[in-house]
């Protein structure tokens, strides 16, 4: 039985590693705490009401927030690009369903799925926020 028992927490401690490729390779984004309430009457954010007109929130996370109605809920990702050192070129912008970096590399990044767009070099996707819809409150958090 001791020896079931240790199994299973070996092979539990083994698949829960954080250490991923991924990981490894997106570090350029701090860990900050985001936990922001947006008031979708408010104007700046009504158009949120309607799906696929991403709207951007400033001066939370680490270089804002994109906030995307998806049709079916909200989709949150940190507006810095994960995949170079913060500056300001790396604070992406939108263009219509997608979000641009302005540096030199341009890089580019789907606002439904934050995975990047026609570019295979690219390892990190956007950092995405957790979302929940209270009444007319929309709660991004981490």
Do not use: H, W
Not at 47 to 64: A, E, K, R
């Amino acid at each position: 039985m001791r020896i079931l028992v240790a199994l299973i927490c070996l092979l539990m401690f083994s698949t829960c590693s954080s250490n991923s490729v991924n990981d490894e390779n997106c570090q350029f984004l701090l860990d900050i705490t985001v936990n922001e309430s947006v008031n979708l009457n408010f104007p700046q954010y009504s158009q949120l009401q309607f799906p696929s007109i991403p709207t951007y929130v400033p001066d939370i996370g680490n270089g804002g927030v994109i906030v995307t109605n998806t049709g079916s809920g909200f989709a949150a990702f940190d507006a810095a690009d994960p995949n170079r050192i913060l500056e300001a070129c790396s604070i992406l912008t939108i263009e219509g369903l997608t979000a641009v970096s302005s540096c030199d590399d341009k890089n580019e990044y789907n606002l439904f799925t934050g995975l990047p767009v026609n570019n295979g070099d690219l390892r990190c996707s956007l950092r995405r926020y957790r979302t929940e819809l209270n009444g007319n409150i929309l709660v991004i958090f981490n």
